[in-house]
């Protein structure tokens, strides 16, 4: 099964920008559509960024315009630029494949934003 070790998350003033970086072992991340996913204190994980084996990608409403995926597949490693960022990213950020999640899920990397 996959392994997936976040890290790069930190504390930072709202408007700052912080780079996710997510190493997975295996190779199926060459294959799959990997994502990056939060989770606020309270609510439930949400897909926020995703990237195709062919570097298209996508986002939800909420970050669009301030985040920005990619990936580095001789590395096994997706990224996740932050800037721009608010109080409301403050979040536990993981990534995986998708649709479905098929590798186990990492401790996260905690991001918080002060106001």
């Known amino acids: 099964q996959v392994q997936l070790v976040e890290s790069g998350g930190g504390l930072v003033q709202a408007g700052g920008s912080l780079r996710l970086s997510c190493a997975a072992s295996?190779?199926?991340?060459?294959?799959?559509?990997m994502g990056w996913y939060r989770q606020a204190p309270g609510k439930e994980r949400l897909l926020v960024a995703v990237?195709?084996?062919?570097?298209?990608?996508n986002y939800a409403d909420s970050v669009k315009g301030r985040f920005t995926i990619s990936r580095d597949n001789a590395k096994n490693t997706v990224y996740l630029q932050m800037n721009s960022l608010k109080p409301e990213d403050t979040a536990v950020y993981y990534c995986n494949t998708v649709p479905v999640p098929k590798g186990s899920w990492g401790r996260g990397t905690q991001v918080t934003v002060s106001s």
């Open positions: 295996g190779s199926i991340f060459s294959l799959n559509a």
């Open positions: 990237i195709t084996s062919g570097g298209s990608t």
